[in-house]
């Protein structure tokens, strides 16, 4: 008998993987700007837009206006797109990313993606058919609270309908490990690059469970 109920998912890095630099790199490269310039003016926009307290629209205007680039409403909304295409373009599923979900959904076990980002995941994880593989998807933008805060963890559990100590949380980040645990969820720190995690992949989560 599986130990937890439900199983909470970060998404970048863990189910699927984004150069993040590269995606930044070929935006700045649409939009006419220079790379770095997009980078430092985009970098105080990303709270924001994962709160939900800005769209990408606004923010891609106010970092092109900072950039020097057009802030006409076409090439803005041409940006946005871009940056949607872009993210799926290089969007990266790790070979275990399917198996895993399709097991836990065969062993009764509940999921939830659980993730800071911005109002183009959700088309992102539409268009990769992993949203069909989860019960829930709990984002920041779409909840306005963000990970390692208590709200988007409290969120994950009442769509789910699961007590915090019949949970567990599979994420690359330590600070939002600990949000989590501070809450009672057990929690696996998964690291595909450096080996530094609990687990490398998440073949080697199902021990944990």
């Not at 946005?80 to 290089?90: C, K």
């Not at 915090?164 to 969820?185: E, K, N, P, T």
């Amino acid at each position: 008998m599986p130990r937890y109920d439900a199983v909470l998912l970060d998404v970048f890095e863990t189910v699927l993987c984004v150069d993040q630099l590269r995606h930044a790199t070929l935006l700045a490269e649409r939009a006419g700007v220079a790379a770095d310039d997009f980078a430092a003016a985009a970098a105080t926009w990303g709270p924001r837009i994962n709160r939900g307290e800005s769209t990408l629209a606004d923010a891609v205007a106010a970092v092109l206006e900072e950039c020097g680039g057009s802030t006409d409403g076409a090439d803005v909304a041409a940006l946005v797109e871009a940056d949607r295409e872009l993210l799926t373009e290089l969007a990266v599923v790790p070979d275990d990313t399917v198996p895993f979900l399709e097991g836990l959904r065969a062993g009764g076990i509940r999921t939830a993606f659980v993730s800071n980002c911005a109002e183009n995941t959700r088309p992102l994880l539409d268009s990769l058919g992993l949203s069909d593989l989860v019960d829930e998807l709990v984002l920041s933008c779409e909840v306005g609270a963000t990970k390692p805060d208590a709200p988007i963890f409290r969120a994950a559990l009442d769509d789910l309908g699961v007590p915090a100590d019949r949970a567990v949380l599979v994420d690359d980040q330590q600070s939002y490990c600990d949000g989590a645990a501070a809450l009672g969820i057990a929690t696996v720190r998964i690291d595909r690059s450096e080996g530094t995690g609990q687990v490398s992949t998440l073949t080697e989560v199902s021990a944990y469970l």
